[in-house]
């Protein structure tokens, strides 16, 4: 396997824009994680996901994130608009049960300028 | 409320001297516990895991941790430090009892000295 694929690696966009980030789990694993990571406050757990459903999202800094993953192999992080205190790097993670160990993506690093 | 608790920002130790980088987790089940490591500007690898076995786990690069209940602790220790450790370590606990949700810990940077 490939392990988890985010993309794009690095996103550069001027305030206001939407960006996408994207994230493609293990196959075969049931649980996706996102997480962001600044200097500042470290490493953010956002929303994560069991089955495709969203489990728990309190990690959401607002109303302009939002999270989706409409099937087992592919999710989606949308800021919309982006700020510039949104840059960070964004990573994604996955895994096939609770007690098992989460496997990271190599993040996407954000830049609102 | 923290569930994962990692007791020092920074550790500098010497090359060749042991290493302990501390943390401690709250949880009113039996937690999953794991240690991540991060090299600069790279992503986060596993180092070793806890999963209700045995207390004392090995992991790669001749690092372990022992999980401690009575105590809430899971320290990660090494008997000798080389150049090639010097990263942010992170503490992780998987909570049963959330479906799985997985805490970070602050970090502990580990600087290496000659």
């Known amino acids: 396997d490939a392990g988890v694929i985010q993309s794009p690696r690095h996103e550069v966009t001027e305030m206001g824009q939407e960006v996408t980030l994207r994230c493609k789990p293990i196959s075969g694993h049931n649980s996706l994680f996102w997480y962001r990571q600044t200097m500042m406050r470290g490493l953010e757990l956002l929303i994560y996901?069991?089955?495709?459903?969203?489990?728990?999202d309190s990690g959401m800094p607002e109303d302009r994130f939002s999270a989706k993953m409409p099937n087992a192999s592919f999710s989606t992080l949308k800021i919309q608009p982006s700020e510039p205190r949104d840059s960070a790097v964004y990573f994604c993670a996955s895994r096939s049960g609770m007690n098992t160990e989460a496997f990271f993506g190599q993040g996407t690093r954000l830049t609102v300028v | 409320a923290q569930s994962v608790t990692q007791l020092d920002s920074h550790v500098s130790v010497s090359e060749g001297t042991p290493v302990l980088l501390r943390c401690n987790y709250s949880s009113s089940y039996s937690p999953s516990l794991f240690w991540y490591v991060q090299h600069p500007n790279k992503g986060l690898q596993l180092l070793l895991k806890y999963t209700s076995a045995a207390t004392l786990v090995k992991g790669i690069n001749g690092f372990e941790a022992e999980f401690k209940k009575s105590e809430t602790s899971f320290h990660l220790t090494k008997p000798s430090a080389h150049m090639s450790d010097a990263a942010e370590y992170f503490c992780?606990?998987?909570?049963?009892?959330?479906?799985?949700?997985?805490?970070f810990g602050q970090g502990t940077e580990l600087s290496v000295k000659p």
């Open positions: 996901f069991n089955n495709n459903v969203p489990i728990d």
């Open positions: 992780v606990v998987s909570l049963g009892n959330q479906g799985g949700k997985l805490i």
